[in-house]
C-alpha cells in the first residue's frame, strides 16, 4: 500500500486495490526518473513501441484495440439519485447500479498487473481555479499520457496536503471487452469509474471525464463555468492583448483555429497569435467584474489525420518531440504518418493501425481504400512544444476573455459572422448550436445535429439547467464578454467553400475584437448583428465576385425553418427549459417576420 499525508487517499487506494487485486502498487512522483523507466517497462511488453529517437525525440507509438479506438457515448453514464439530474440528453444509471455493474468487472481485473497511483493537477498548482485528482489505472500508456496532459506528482501531493478533495478516478483496461465497458460518472460522490477501455478518451479521466461533466457539475455549484471551449490570445504590436474563448462541434477545426497563424495579407500589421489551449476552458467571474479563463490541460490530445503543415503548421512542429502517437501509421524506420498528412508513406514494409502489413493503394473487397491510419488516430503531446503557446497558461489568473465565439458547419444557413444582440441572445445563440453532417461522418448527410456550447456529450447534468446556470452567469458579471457565432463552412451553390478558413479566419476575429472595444458599427439583421462589408480586412486575399454577399445572405425562409428544428429540440427539455430562450424562440420569429433578412 501507498503512505501519503491525506489518510482519506491511503483508504481509499486501499478498498479500491482490494476490490482489484493488483500485484503491486506505484505511486507516480512526476519524475523524469520514473517516467523512463516506466517507458522501458511499456517497450519490453510492445505497449508502446520507441520511435526513431533522432528524428522523432521522446516519441513512442501505440496501438488500441480495435474494439476501442473512440469514445463510446452508449457506455457513458452520468449516475445520480434522480434521472432527471442527468437529464435528457446524457445516458443515466443510479449510483448504486452504476458501482454494482463496474464493480462486478473490476472485481479481481488487476491480478497479475500493477496499480499506478497518479496524483494530478487540472489547473496550475495551488491557482483557485484548479481542481485535483487520483487517477488509478493498471495501464502505463495512461500514465505516460497523464504526465503529458496534467500536472502530476508530488507538487499535487503537497497541494493535497492531509485533508484536500479530490476527484477519485479508477481505471482497469480489464479485458478491453465491448460488452464489459462502462464510464461512469458520480458528480454527486466526486468519482469517476472507467472499465474496459484503454482508449485515451475514456480511460485519460482528468480529460472530458473531469474537466467536463464532473467540472461542469461543480461548476454548477460553485458559480463558475466549465466549457468545451479553445482560449485563443491576439496580441497587437503596441503589446496589446485580446482573449477569445470559442466553442466548434467535431470537424469544425478548433485545434487549428487555437493554433492560427497570421495570413500573409495581414503580416503587415505585426499580429502575434498565443496558444491558451485548444479544449477545455474553465471561466470565473472576478473580483473586477470580468470572465476570466484558464486551460485546466497542459497537452494537446489530437486528432492526426487532416494535421498538416497547411492546415495547422504549429501543431506540426508541436508533435516532433516527447509525444504519444496512437493508431497511426508506423514506418518501418521508426516514423509516423497519416492520411492528409506531411509526405509520403513508406512504399514497402509500413504496418497499418492494427498492425497489418500496409502500403499505398491497398483496397477491401468492395474497392474502398484501407486507410493506414485510423480516422480518429491521435498524437498526446506537450503544450509548451507549441509555437504559439503562451506563457500565461501557467498563470494562476488566467486570462480576460473579451469575447466568446460559437461556431458551427452549416453549408447554406449561417452567415460567415454575426454578433448576438446582447448576452441573454448570445445564450440562445450558443444553445441553438448546430452542425451537419459530413460524407465522413455516421449519419444521413446534412442531417443537422444539435450541439449546445459544443457540450452534448460533456454537461455532466440537467442541460436546461446548464442553459439556466449561463444566464444567471451573465448577470454576475459586471462586463459581459460579446458573444458571436461564425461559420467557416458556407458553400456556393456547386458545393465549393465560400470562405478559405484557416489562417484568414484571423481577418473575422479582427472584426470580432473590434466589435468589443466598440470601434465598428454593424448592421443589424432578423438574427444579429454583422460587418459592413468595408470592416473587415480583405488586403491579399482575392475572393470569387459575390462571395461575399452570399457569405452574409441570410435567408429568412430558412431561418423559418430552424425556428422549427430549435423549438422541436427545446422541447426535450419540457418546463425545464429557462422561460427567457423560449422569449428569444419567439422574438427571433417575430423579427424574421418583420424584417426578414433586410440590413437595416
Same mark, same amino acid.
Given at each position: 500500500?501507498?503512505?501519503?499525508?491525506?489518510?482519506?487517499?491511503?483508504?481509499?487506494?486501499?478498498?479500491?486495490?482490494?476490490?482489484?487485486?493488483?500485484?503491486?502498487?506505484?505511486?507516480?512522483?512526476?519524475?523524469?526518473?520514473?517516467?523512463?523507466?516506466?517507458?522501458?517497462?511499456?517497450?519490453?511488453?510492445?505497449?508502446?513501441?520507441?520511435?526513431?529517437?533522432?528524428?522523432?525525440?521522446?516519441?513512442?507509438?501505440?496501438?488500441?484495440?480495435?474494439?476501442?479506438?473512440?469514445?463510446?457515448?452508449?457506455?457513458?453514464?452520468?449516475?445520480?439519485?434522480?434521472?432527471?439530474?442527468?437529464?435528457?440528453?446524457?445516458?443515466? =444509471?443510479?449510483?448504486?447500479?452504476?458501482?454494482?455493474?463496474?464493480?462486478?468487472?473490476?472485481?479481481?481485473?488487476?491480478?497479475?498487473?500493477?496499480?499506478?497511483?497518479?496524483?494530478?493537477?487540472?489547473?496550475?498548482?495551488?491557482?483557485?481555479?484548479?481542481?485535483?485528482?487520483?487517477?488509478?489505472?493498471?495501464?502505463?500508456?495512461? %500514465?505516460?499520457?497523464?504526465?503529458?496532459?496534467?500536472?502530476?506528482?508530488?507538487?499535487?501531493?503537497?497541494? /493535497?496536503? %492531509?485533508? &484536500?478533495?479530490?476527484?477519485?478516478?479508477?481505471?482497469?483496461?480489464?479485458?478491453?471487452?465491448?460488452?464489459?465497458?462502462?464510464?461512469?460518472?458520480?458528480?454527486?460522490?466526486?468519482?469517476?469509474w472507467s472499465v474496459g477501455s484503454g482508449y485515451g478518451g475514456n480511460v485519460l479521466l482528468g480529460k472530458k471525464c473531469l474537466a467536463l461533466r464532473i467540472a461542469?457539475?461543480?461548476?454548477?455549484?460553485?458559480?463558475?463555468?466549465?466549457?468545451?471551449?479553445?482560449?485563443?490570445?491576439?496580441?497587437?504590436?503596441?503589446?496589446?492583448?485580446?482573449?477569445?474563448?470559442?466553442?466548434?462541434?467535431?470537424?469544425?477545426?478548433?485545434?487549428?483555429?487555437?493554433?492560427?497563424?497570421?495570413?500573409? &495579407?495581414?503580416?503587415?500589421?505585426?499580429?502575434?497569435?498565443?496558444?491558451?489551449?485548444?479544449?477545455?476552458?474553465?471561466?470565473?467571474?472576478?473580483?473586477? &467584474?470580468?470572465?476570466?479563463?484558464?486551460?485546466?490541460?497542459?497537452?494537446?490530445?489530437?486528432?492526426?489525420?487532416?494535421?498538416?503543415?497547411?492546415?495547422?503548421?504549429?501543431?506540426?512542429?508541436? %508533435?516532433?518531440?516527447?509525444?504519444?502517437?496512437?493508431?497511426?501509421?508506423?514506418?518501418?524506420?521508426?516514423? *509516423?504518418?497519416?492520411?492528409?498528412?506531411?509526405?509520403?508513406?513508406?512504399?514497402? &514494409?509500413?504496418?497499418?493501425?492494427?498492425?497489418?502489413?500496409?502500403?499505398?493503394g491497398m483496397k477491401d473487397e468492395n474497392g474502398k481504400a484501407i486507410t493506414g491510419a485510423h480516422p480518429n488516430s491521435r498524437f498526446t503531446a506537450p503544450f %509548451?512544444?507549441?509555437?504559439?503557446?503562451?506563457?500565461?497558461?501557467?498563470?494562476?489568473?488566467?486570462?480576460?476573455?473579451?469575447?466568446?465565439?460559437?461556431?458551427?458547419?452549416?453549408?447554406?444557413?449561417?452567415?460567415?459572422?454575426?454578433?448576438?444582440?446582447?448576452?441573454?441572445?448570445?445564450?440562445?445563440?450558443?444553445?441553438?448550436?448546430?452542425?451537419?453532417?459530413?460524407?465522413?461522418?455516421?449519419?444521413?448527410?446534412?442531417? *443537422?445535429?444539435?450541439?449546445? =456550447?459544443?457540450?452534448?456529450?460533456?454537461?455532466?447534468?440537467? =442541460?436546461?439547467?446548464?442553459?439556466?446556470?449561463?444566464?444567471? =452567469?451573465?448577470?454576475?458579471?459586471?462586463?459581459?464578454?460579446?458573444?458571436?457565432?461564425?461559420?467557416?463552412?458556407?458553400?456556393?451553390?456547386?458545393?465549393?467553400?465560400?470562405?478559405?478558413?484557416?489562417?484568414?479566419?484571423?481577418?473575422? /476575429?479582427?472584426?470580432?475584437?473590434?466589435?468589443?472595444?466598440?470601434?465598428?458599427?454593424?448592421?443589424?439583421?432578423?438574427?444579429?448583428? *454583422?460587418?459592413?462589408?468595408?470592416?473587415?480586412?480583405?488586403?491579399?486575399?482575392?475572393?470569387?465576385?459575390?462571395?461575399?454577399?452570399?457569405?452574409?445572405?441570410?435567408?429568412?425562409?430558412?431561418?423559418?425553418?430552424?425556428?422549427?428544428?430549435?423549438?422541436?429540440?427545446?422541447?426535450?427539455f419540457g418546463d425545464r427549459l429557462p422561460v427567457a430562450l423560449k422569449a428569444e424562440l419567439e422574438a427571433l420569429r417575430m423579427r424574421l417576420h418583420e424584417l426578414?433578412?433586410?440590413?437595416?
Amino acid at each position: 500500500m501507498i503512505s501519503t499525508k491525506h489518510a482519506g487517499l491511503n483508504a481509499w487506494v486501499e478498498k479500491m486495490a482490494l476490490m482489484c487485486q493488483p500485484d503491486d502498487i506505484v505511486l507516480i512522483d512526476g519524475s523524469d526518473e520514473q517516467r523512463d523507466e516506466l517507458r522501458k517497462q511499456a517497450c519490453s511488453t510492445d505497449e508502446i513501441i520507441e520511435l526513431d529517437q533522432e528524428k522523432l525525440p521522446g516519441c513512442y507509438y501505440h496501438r488500441t484495440a480495435v474494439n476501442d479506438v473512440a469514445r463510446t457515448e452508449n457506455l457513458t453514464f452520468i449516475c445520480t439519485s434522480l434521472k432527471d439530474n442527468a437529464g435528457p440528453t446524457n445516458n443515466w =444509471m443510479s449510483p448504486e447500479e452504476g458501482y454494482r455493474r463496474a464493480g462486478e468487472i473490476f472485481a479481481g481485473s488487476m491480478k497479475g498487473r500493477t496499480m499506478y497511483v497518479i496524483p494530478f493537477a487540472m489547473g496550475p498548482v495551488g491557482s483557485p481555479f484548479t481542481k485535483y485528482g487520483v487517477e488509478l489505472s493498471d495501464s502505463i500508456y495512461v %500514465v505516460l499520457n497523464m504526465l503529458i496532459m496534467t500536472r502530476v506528482g508530488d507538487p499535487v501531493l503537497e497541494q /493535497l496536503d %492531509v485533508a &484536500g478533495e479530490f476527484t477519485k478516478c479508477l481505471h482497469g483496461k480489464a479485458e478491453r471487452d465491448i460488452e464489459n465497458r462502462l464510464i461512469l460518472h458520480f458528480p454527486e460522490d466526486n468519482t469517476i469509474w472507467s472499465v474496459g477501455s484503454g482508449y485515451g478518451g475514456n480511460v485519460l479521466l482528468g480529460k472530458k471525464c473531469l474537466a467536463l461533466r464532473i467540472a461542469s457539475h461543480q461548476a454548477h455549484k460553485e458559480r463558475w463555468l466549465a466549457e468545451h471551449m479553445l482560449i485563443l490570445g491576439i496580441e497587437e504590436p503596441n503589446g496589446r492583448i485580446d482573449y477569445i474563448a470559442a466553442a466548434f462541434p467535431s470537424a469544425c477545426g478548433k485545434t487549428n483555429l487555437a493554433m492560427l497563424i497570421p495570413p500573409e &495579407g495581414l503580416k503587415v500589421k505585426g499580429y502575434k497569435i498565443w496558444t491558451v489551449g485548444d479544449d477545455i476552458a474553465w471561466m470565473r467571474v472576478d473580483t473586477d &467584474g470580468c470572465l476570466w479563463a484558464i486551460n485546466p490541460e497542459a497537452g494537446f490530445f489530437g486528432v492526426a489525420p487532416g494535421t498538416n503543415s497547411r492546415t495547422n503548421p504549429s501543431a506540426v512542429e508541436t %508533435v516532433k518531440s516527447d509525444t504519444i502517437f496512437t493508431n497511426v501509421l508506423l514506418n518501418p524506420d521508426g516514423t *509516423v504518418w497519416w492520411e492528409d498528412g506531411d509526405g509520403e508513406p513508406a512504399a514497402e &514494409g509500413a504496418t497499418d493501425w492494427q498492425g497489418r502489413p500496409w502500403k499505398p493503394g491497398m483496397k477491401d473487397e468492395n474497392g474502398k481504400a484501407i486507410t493506414g491510419a485510423h480516422p480518429n488516430s491521435r498524437f498526446t503531446a506537450p503544450f %509548451v512544444n507549441c509555437p504559439s503557446h503562451s506563457y500565461r497558461m501557467e498563470h494562476h489568473h488566467g486570462v480576460k476573455i473579451s469575447a466568446i465565439v460559437f461556431g458551427g458547419r452549416r453549408a447554406h444557413l449561417a452567415p460567415l459572422v454575426y454578433q448576438s444582440f446582447d448576452w441573454v441572445h448570445g445564450v440562445f445563440v450558443g444553445a441553438t448550436m448546430a452542425s451537419e453532417r459530413t460524407a465522413a461522418q455516421f449519419g444521413k448527410q446534412g442531417e *443537422v445535429r444539435r450541439d449546445p =456550447m459544443a457540450m452534448l456529450p460533456f454537461c455532466g447534468y440537467n =442541460m436546461a439547467d446548464y442553459f439556466e446556470h449561463w444566464l444567471r =452567469m451573465g448577470v454576475q458579471m459586471r462586463w459581459q464578454p460579446k458573444i458571436f457565432h461564425v461559420n467557416w463552412f458556407r458553400q456556393d451553390e456547386e458545393g465549393n467553400f465560400l470562405w478559405p478558413g484557416f489562417g484568414e479566419n484571423l481577418r473575422v /476575429l479582427e472584426w470580432i475584437l473590434a466589435r468589443c472595444r466598440n470601434d465598428c458599427e454593424a448592421l443589424k439583421t432578423a438574427i444579429g448583428f *454583422v460587418p459592413k462589408p468595408e470592416d473587415i480586412d480583405m488586403t491579399g486575399l482575392d475572393m470569387p465576385n459575390g462571395a461575399m454577399e452570399k457569405l452574409f445572405d441570410i435567408d429568412p425562409k430558412a431561418w423559418e425553418e430552424e425556428a422549427n428544428g430549435i423549438e422541436e429540440f427545446f422541447g426535450k427539455f419540457g418546463d425545464r427549459l429557462p422561460v427567457a430562450l423560449k422569449a428569444e424562440l419567439e422574438a427571433l420569429r417575430m423579427r424574421l417576420h418583420e424584417l426578414g433578412g433586410a440590413k437595416q
